[in-house]
């Protein structure tokens, strides 16, 4: 059974960090690009950065370019997403995605940012 489960969110204050984490399980993580996503009420889930299946290529929002950096460890099965100066506008369900021959979904960890 495919599993994708996110950790890591929580309440930070503008300017601050998180790390996402997404631990895979149930497929061959090796083959598939991961993305992350994420969800505000009543708006389109809004695609945030996506790392091939080896790591070596990485693309990201124009919204969060050079501020989120996205990750992973093949050894682990495990997807990251580094986010720095956070922003009250980054508040969302952090989702992830993963996409291959098949596409899966995690339930979202929630990101707000507020002081």
């Known amino acids: 059974q495919v599993h994708l489960v996110e950790s890591g969110g929580g309440l930070v204050q503008p300017g601050e960090s998180l790390r996402l984490s997404c631990a895979a399980s149930?497929?061959?993580?090796?083959?598939?690009?991961m993305n992350w996503y994420r969800q505000v009420p009543g708006k389109e889930r809004e695609w945030v950065a996506r790392?091939?299946?080896?790591?070596?290529?990485?693309n990201y929002a124009d919204s969060v370019k050079g501020r989120f950096t996205i990750s992973r460890d093949n050894a682990k099965n495990t997807v990251y997403l580094q986010m720095n100066s956070l922003r009250p506008e980054d508040t969302a369900v952090y989702l992830c995605?993963?996409?291959?021959?098949?596409?899966?979904w995690g339930q979202g960890t929630q990101v707000t940012v507020s002081s």
């Open positions: 790392i091939e299946n080896t790591g070596d290529n990485t």
């Open positions: 149930g497929f061959t993580f090796t083959w598939y690009a």
């Open positions: 995605n993963a996409r291959g021959y098949y596409t899966y």
